[in-house]
């Protein structure tokens, strides 16, 4: 398993921009597909992106098409999203997650969590 650790965080107005880091501690990280969750306060947690292991692949959640980037450096073990265009909908805590290779939808799929990084997006 991995530990996982977010950063980036924090409070942006609407319209602008932040990168996510996602930085795994163990020796299997360009194994494992990457993804990107989110929870707002009252709501379940969501799919937000994910990326295969070798990087070739990677899949949105419709709400962030075109806005949101996700990447992985395997060789410094850190999966990215990049978020641009923020809205006040995208204010959530954003969790990265190490799961199959493949990636995927479901969050059921993932075996390692980071402890989450807040994201803020003022109107």
């Known amino acids: 398993q991995e530990q996982l650790v977010e950063s980036g965080g924090g409070l942006v107005q609407a319209g602008g921009s932040l990168r996510l880091s996602c930085a795994a501690s163990?020796?299997?990280?360009?194994?494992?597909?990457m993804g990107w969750f989110r929870q707002a306060p009252g709501k379940e947690r969501e799919f937000v992106a994910t990326?295969?292991?070798?990087?070739?692949?990677?899949y949105y959640t419709d709400s962030v098409k075109g806005r949101f980037t996700i990447s992985r450096d395997n060789a410094k073990k850190t999966v990215y999203l990049q978020m641009h265009s923020l809205k006040p909908e995208d204010t959530a805590v954003y969790f990265c997650?190490?799961?199959?290779?493949?990636?995927?939808?479901?969050?059921?799929?993932?075996?390692?969590w980071g402890q989450g990084t807040q994201v803020t997006v003022s109107s």
């Open positions: 990326i295969s292991s070798g990087g070739y692949h990677t």
């Open positions: 997650a190490a799961g199959p290779g493949a990636g995927g939808y479901y969050s059921t799929g993932y075996h390692s």
């Open positions: 163990g020796r299997t990280f360009s194994s494992y597909g």
